[in-house]
């Protein structure tokens, strides 16, 4: 079977010239001499594969490319655009409105025929009567041509626009808050919806957050727990357990009125939801949500799947910020803050603690007989009672607290507004922790580590940051000094 081939192209002299080689190269060929009168021969005659000039009247080669590879019924034919450059601009908005090849004009007839030859011979070609089946089920008129070009073209601006404003965006990734609220804000503009739900899945969180953007809704404790329930169930839903639900959390970051509200106080009232997990690789970046109470709301919608998209791109930006930023303050080892870090806030917390006269307690522990462990066991055994160590401490303590590293097997803990009886408390439960605790290595090792302590707190003649660490630290002697496990406080 020859093939048909459309040729499209506003000049006669060389449309002719292309038929007549084509046609002596044994095909079946018929011409169309602009755009639209292209479009429409497309759909009268469903061609094996059309060659296009790019530049012609009415609509150019890029357009009718984009029109005829957005209809399920012609995105299979082949497209090749006649160029009369080889400029590589030409190419980049050819392949993007879904041309197949280039031909460039004068060149050579025969290297256009085997390149035709290529593609008939990969390509499935249409009996008679599939051809004459497909013209039946689409007749168009040029004017619905014309207004397929218009929306093409008007859906192609919306897209790159609403593009630019995610891209925009990325400049917040540093700040959960700000860019939840511009994403919330961008998202209320371009979708209908009661609820949207963001949820970055940030490492070091201990709790996973959901960010609830509630529109024209009453709300109650039930709907908003039954939505985080059914959104954390689809997107983590190799880990999510009911018996687990403390882990998970909601939030309701901002709320729109307008004059009337929905009252729903199930999930399942809503008519329209889809949740999407947000992920790179087998990587959870987080997920979006939106619940409607219009049916059928987000069904094969375009747009959601393009927001889907940039959402990748944004997620996968934070997510290298985070790590990034993660690594860069925290102790490989222990998975606890750096001692650079710790500098940083330990001199931002005594400075706000001095000026606003608010109370400040620092922490320093350090493991009994650590380098006999090392030489007795190993260092790998050793390794391991750290790190052990450093993950009871970090659990005994608030997250306003900063926990940190201090220097070989020592960790200092600062706590914020805490007096001396308050930081006692967990820090007594902390070392009856790690004394209970056991540190088996193999098959045989087990054995018993405790800890020393020493505290001290903030007081009125202390000028400088380096003197509360100082007296933390003699606090530390002493209770080595007195027979180690035990917690020894500053006194004068």
């Not at 079946?28 to 429409?40: L, N």
């Not at 400029?87 to 993007?96: H, L, M, P, S």
């Not at 925009?168 to 700000?178: A, K, M, P, V």
């Not at 970051?253 to 004059?259: I, L, R, V």
Request: charged share 30%.
């Amino acid at each position: 079977m020859k093939g048909k081939i459309l040729i499209i192209d506003d000049s006669i002299t060389q449309a002719t010239t292309f038929k007549l080689a084509l046609t002596k190269a044994g095909f079946d060929i018929c011409v169309a001499r602009d755009g639209i009168e292209g479009i429409a021969m497309t759909y009268q005659n469903f061609p094996d594969i059309i060659i296009s000039d790019i530049i012609m009247p009415e609509i150019n080669g890029y357009q009718l490319c984009r029109v005829l590879k957005n209809d399920n019924l012609t995105k299979r034919i082949p497209i090749i655009l006649l160029t009369s450059l080889d400029e590589k601009i030409d190419r980049f908005w050819g392949i993007k409105a879904g041309a197949d090849s280039f031909f460039i004009k004068g060149g050579d007839i025969s290297g256009l025929v085997k390149e035709i030859k290529n593609f008939l011979a990969t390509t499935s070609l249409l009996s008679e009567s599939e051809r004459k089946r497909l013209v039946e089920t689409k007749k168009v008129e040029s004017t619905n041509i014309k207004s397929r070009v218009n929306q093409l073209l008007d859906q192609s601006l919306i897209e790159s626009t609403i593009t630019n404003e995610f891209r925009n965006l990325s400049e917040l990734i540093h700040d959960r808050t700000f860019l939840t609220k511009g994403l919330f804000s961008l998202l209320f503009s371009i979708l209908d919806y009661q609820v949207a739900g963001i949820y970055f899945n940030d490492h070091g969180d201990d709790k996973k957050l959901l960010s609830l953007s509630v529109n024209d809704l009453f709300t109650d404790e039930g709907l908003l727990n039954g939505l985080k329930d059914d959104f954390f169930q689809i997107v983590h839903s190799d880990v999510f357990t009911m018996e687990e639900n403390h882990m998970y959390e909601y939030e309701i970051f901002e709320e729109h009125e307008c004059y009337s509200k929905y009252e729903i106080d199930d999930i399942n009232q809503f008519a329209s939801k889809i949740i999407i997990p947000i992920t790179y690789g087998k990587q959870v970046l987080g997920g979006l949500c939106l619940y409607s109470t219009t049916p059928n709301h987000y069904k094969e919608d375009q747009l959601i799947k393009l927001v889907a998209e940039e959402m990748v791109l944004l997620m996968r930006l934070r997510s290298l910020y985070i790590e990034t930023k993660f690594l860069a303050i925290t102790d490989g080892l222990t998975k606890l803050f750096n001692r650079r870090y710790f500098q940083d806030i330990y001199e931002r917390e005594f400075n706000r603690s001095v000026r606003y006269r608010h109370e400040l307690c620092v922490v320093l522990i350090d493991i009994d007989h650590f380098k006999k462990i090392n030489d007795t066991y190993g260092h790998q055994l050793g390794d391991f009672v750290l790190e052990k160590i450093s993950a009871i401490v970090k659990s005994s303590y608030r997250k306003t607290d900063c926990v940190a590293r201090y220097g070989g097997e020592e960790i200092v803990i600062v706590l914020p507004e805490t007096n001396l009886e308050n930081s006692l408390i967990p820090t007594k439960r902390l070392k009856q922790k790690i004394e209970d605790a056991e540190y088996t290595w193999g098959d045989e090792t087990n054995i018993k580590v405790t800890v020393s302590i020493g505290i001290a707190s903030l007081t009125q003649d202390i000028q400088k940051e380096q003197e509360l660490i100082k007296r933390a630290d003699e606090a530390l002697y002493n209770a080595k000094e007195n027979g180690r496990n035990r917690i020894e406080i500053y006194n004068p």
